[in-house]
């Protein structure tokens, strides 16, 4: 673990990581908001079609880590290896705008996250090679990522408001919006090209040792199968999936409640940019920038029960209250839930493998919770939603029942199985 005497963090580091967490996580955020009505308003493709879709992306979280984080660890600077993929990623993103086509949007879709998805993770653990204390540090580069993520859907949910917003019927108004949601792919690309310059410049982060020794990816798998790590790996799967099922429905959830207070909201956020969701993400930097506080007197066992609590009890608002406030509240704790359980796992992941197998690891994580979890997510809600479904009208309390349970399981294992002390390898 870092101790206090770790010397402060350097300014001109400070702002360079930060950028690049702002744009790194705009570049997603533009469009992540937006793809589903996208695809089924504009381009007319099924609800089946967009699921295979949007699980699509995920295969890129789950090849990555055994390409990227390999690249990464031996062979090519970290730095260099995110400017190239985000300047491909940036071509891929802008033709997402103008493929027509089920089958292209498809190959399109696969293609991009085999190059973007990878990045996430190497971003962080760029960062926490550079930093000298992951408890003071991290949380405040971090919490600039879902800044960006909340500036790009802003932005995206204004210029649909004042471009693509015309006097007319609900259907005119819908059907200008849905086709507007293109131009939501086209900022992403100008985004990932700008971040793609902008990483020739970030810290040189070599790597960690000489080609020619064993597979680094192979290593950090191995590495799971100590505690704390073997736990946690296992728990971000069904955590992973509960957390899909917040994005898939909430939307659609939300759109039954205070539908002046949304379209208030609406006003400042935008038509297209997350609405009420976005509490969530606003909560997410209170959260994030609160964790350095509390990463050294706080064990990280405690910090992910916490995270996997307010799972369990945003699922619990949603399935058993039915009006305005305590469904905010269950918006609001998006903040711990990704704070307290996915952002100090990244930390857990990264003081408990080796320097030369950081990044593989990372990216490992990446895998379960941006590639497995969405993929058995996506498919699993999509079940339980169609089951949840009495006489066309969606059973809510049913529904999100599931995912309530399944946090609360994960909280009971966590408890039973995770290591009060650490392993705490970093060096």
């Not at 984080?69 to 300047?87: C, E, K, M, N, Y």
């Not at 905010?328 to 197998?357: I, K, Q, R």
């Not at 529904?399 to 650490?422: D, I, N, R």
Request: aromatic share 12%; charged share 10%.
């Amino acid at each position: 673990m870092a101790t206090t005497s770790a010397p402060a963090l350097d300014t001109g580091l400070n702002a360079r990581l930060s950028i690049m967490m702002f744009l790194q996580y705009a570049i997603w955020g533009a469009w992540l908001p937006i793809i589903y009505s996208f695809l089924t308003g504009h381009r007319g493709f099924s609800d089946a079609e967009c699921g295979t879709i949007i699980g699509a992306g995920a295969i890129g979280a789950v090849v990555g880590p055994f390409v990227a984080g390999q690249i990464a660890d031996r062979w090519f600077p970290t730095q260099r290896f995110l400017a190239l993929s985000h300047v491909i990623g940036a071509g891929l993103v802008w033709q997402l705008a103008a493929v027509e086509t089920y089958q292209g949007f498809l190959v399109f879709s696969i293609v991009y996250g085999l190059v973007y998805s990878p990045t996430l993770a190497l971003t962080n653990s760029l960062t926490l090679h550079h930093i000298p204390d992951r408890d003071r540090d991290f949380g405040k580069i971090r919490l600039w990522g879902t800044v960006g993520w909340i500036v790009a859907g802003v932005a995206v949910g204004q210029w649909l408001l004042f471009k693509h917003t015309p006097e007319g019927t609900d259907e005119v108004v819908k059907a200008a919006q849905d086709a507007g949601r293109a131009d939501a792919f086209r900022g992403s690309a100008v985004l990932g090209l700008l971040m793609g310059v902008y990483c020739w410049f970030l810290p040189h982060t070599p790597p960690a040792r000489d080609a020619r020794e064993a597979n680094a990816s192979l290593k950090a798998l191995g590495e799971v199968r100590y505690q704390p790590l073997l736990t946690l790996f296992l728990l971000a799967v069904p955590i992973s999936c509960v957390h899909q099922f917040y994005f898939v429905f909430t939307g659609e959830f939300l759109s039954q409640y205070g539908r002046d207070a949304a379209n208030a909201i609406n006003q400042v956020l935008g038509v297209g940019g997350g609405g009420l969701m976005t509490i969530g993400q606003m909560s997410e930097i209170v959260v994030l920038a609160l964790i350095p506080l509390f990463a050294k007197s706080v064990s990280r066992k405690t910090l992910l029960g916490i995270g996997l609590a307010a799972y369990a009890a945003r699922m619990a608002l949603f399935a058993y209250t039915d009006s305005l406030a305590p469904v905010l509240l269950g918006v609001a704790m998006h903040g711990l839930c990704f704070g307290c359980f996915v952002f100090v796992a990244f930390m857990v992941v990264d003081e408990n493998t080796d320097a030369d197998v950081r990044a593989s690891a990372q990216n490992l994580f990446n895998l379960v919770i941006i590639g497995v979890g969405v993929l058995a997510g996506s498919w699993i809600a999509g079940q339980i939603g169609a089951w949840a479904r009495v006489d066309g009208v969606r059973d809510w309390t049913k529904l999100f029942a599931v995912p309530m349970w399944a946090a609360l399981a994960s909280l009971v294992a966590l408890l039973a199985f995770y290591p009060g002390g650490s392993r705490s390898r970093a060096a």
